[in-house]
């Protein structure tokens, strides 16, 4: 779970475009979405997101969501899987669907000319999927084998450890993947319960950008969605953050350890937000010029790359990092990231980082919307987060206001070395 959140944290720097209006649309039937037109071309992405995703699982059904989302594609109404894949490439739609802890994704790209076949096509797949038993055990072959080969993955073993010892019995704790045996075990009657369960009315964002009408879209959610269960399963609770500090060494057969690290983050929503952002930057962010980079790369030699993430879920709030290093290497990496930890308590940030940070944040922020698929994915990600829908015109405000004092205390809040958990799947020397 946590090597995807990485990915999905860098959205917290997703810049967008100045001149970019965003319009709230309610569909007759009661379904909102975000919408920002450009009819520059004839072309529309589509982002949808049923919040829940794999959290919604019992234990012994871990994977079911997963495998559902999945098989989808597989087939819906009167096409059979073939079908339906010969149907989405002629009219040269992309439709995907994927699930994560927190969320069912369903994206859909396409030309204005194709528009109304391809929602209906979506609508099925939504709406009236299959769910072949041939589809479900193909699909689950899949899955096993991606199973088998994270067996031997470093970095999932790191990261599914992370995860047991900080969220105990929570969904959280686990892989939304399943296990061999949960997935083994799954059949198609719990892959058509998931699919009621996750894809419900109840719990639908939606963003859009392209060559659309708020009324055509207000129109086409009602078409795509309007018969989905009102209500799914209920969301799971907070987690419990139970994650004990020290070393957890995982041992494994390889030349090169791999190490996830972290403590508990801050809320997004969170008054000091702005300030911890700043300071994950400073410490760990992506740029060469990161303290953990200078320090443990640069200086030292002792890793190829190494970041920190501020990570956000539905049920949990975390500041995490990531790293490799030679077995020879991991324990001299490990006390300099303790010692870069205490030392942005003890010294906080310079002016000069501070104001450099300032000016990559937001110098950056209007870069990144460079067309309607990254705008839709990330409109839809701010419904989700909570954030105004004129968040994008002030956002870099924000940055700007952040001052040292805030830096200082927000640092002495955020970062406790003696909180740190470092979890290590290698062979590592001297620890």
Known sequence: MIRAIFAAALLLAAPVRAEIAIQEVISPGGIKAWLVEDHGIPFTALEIRFRGGSSLEAPEKRGVVNLMTATLEEGAGEMDSKGFAEARDALAAGISFNSGADSVAVSAKFLTENRD???????????????????????????????RSNEKDPGTIASEKFDALAFGDHPYATSGDGTIETVTRLTRDDVIAAHKSALARDRIYVAASGDITAEELGKILDRLMGELPATGAPQPGEAPWLLPPGVTL????????????????????????FPAFILNEVIGGGRFTAR??????????????????????????????????????????????QAEWGRIVSEG????????????????????????????????????????????????????????EDIRRVAARLFKPEALQFVVVGKPEGM
């Open 250 to 273: 995982v041992d494994f057969p390889t030349p090169q350890s791999t190490v996830f690290f972290g403590e508990a983050g801050i809320a997004r929503d969170d008054p000091d937000f």
């Open 292 to 337: 953990l980079m200078t320090e443990v790369r640069e200086k030292r030699g002792l890793t190829y790359g190494i970041g920190t993430y501020i990570v956000n879920m539905d049920h949990a709030d975390m500041l995490l990092g990531h790293f490799s290093a030679s077995n020879d290497k991991v324990a001299e990496a490990i006390k300099v990231v």
């Open 117 to 147: 076949q391809v929602v209906e096509l979506l609508r099925e797949a939504l709406v009236n999927p299959r769910f072949d038993q041939d589809a479900v055990d193909r699909v689950r072959e899949q899955v096993l084998s991606n199973l």
């Open 349 to 404: 940030v310079t002016p000069e980082e501070l104001e450099a940070t300032k000016t990559y944040l937001t110098g950056s922020y209007p870069l990144r919307f460079d067309g309607n698929g990254p705008i839709a994915s990330i409109l839809v990600g701010m419904q989700m987060d909570g954030m105004p829908i004129d968040y994008i015109t002030t956002r870099n405000a924000k940055v700007e206001a952040v001052t040292m």
